[in-house]
């Protein structure tokens, strides 16, 4: 069973950063593929940005390019998300994903594990 727990949530200014975490335990990690997801108020949930297993490829969604980096170390079975020049519309609740695959994916149906999300309210 894979645990997935996020955290570095908070309010910031619009403009601001963030970096979330994502620590993971349970079974394999190295050779998961991670990805992050987020979910506004009355929208669905949206992908955000994935990283291969071993960190050699990342994928972004065109609204975070640029802004938003993923990273992860399999060292400390955790992944990251840096965000900077935070917008308004970035506010959401930020989930951390696993898919027991080394590749990454840019769908919800394709991870297998989630975490319970973290809030990030930007305020303008």
């Known amino acids: 069973q894979v645990q997935l727990v996020e955290s570095g949530g908070g309010v910031v200014q619009a403009g601001g950063s963030l970096r979330l975490s994502c620590a993971r335990s349970?079974?394999?990690?190295?050779?998961?593929?991670m990805g992050w997801f987020r979910q506004a108020p009355g929208k669905e949930r949206e992908f955000v940005a994935a990283i291969s297993w071993n960190g050699d490829s990342a994928y972004y969604t065109d609204s975070v390019k640029g802004r938003f980096t993923i990273s992860r170390s399999n060292a400390k079975n955790t992944v990251y998300l840096q965000m900077n020049s935070l917008r308004p519309e970035d506010t959401a609740v930020y989930y951390c994903?696993?898919?027991?695959?080394?590749?990454?994916?840019?769908?919800?149906?394709?991870?297998?594990?989630w975490g319970q999300g973290t809030q990030v309210t930007v305020s303008s």
């Open positions: 994903a696993a898919r027991r695959s080394p590749n990454i994916a840019a769908t919800r149906e394709e991870y297998d594990y």
């Open positions: 349970g079974s394999i990690f190295s050779r998961y593929a």
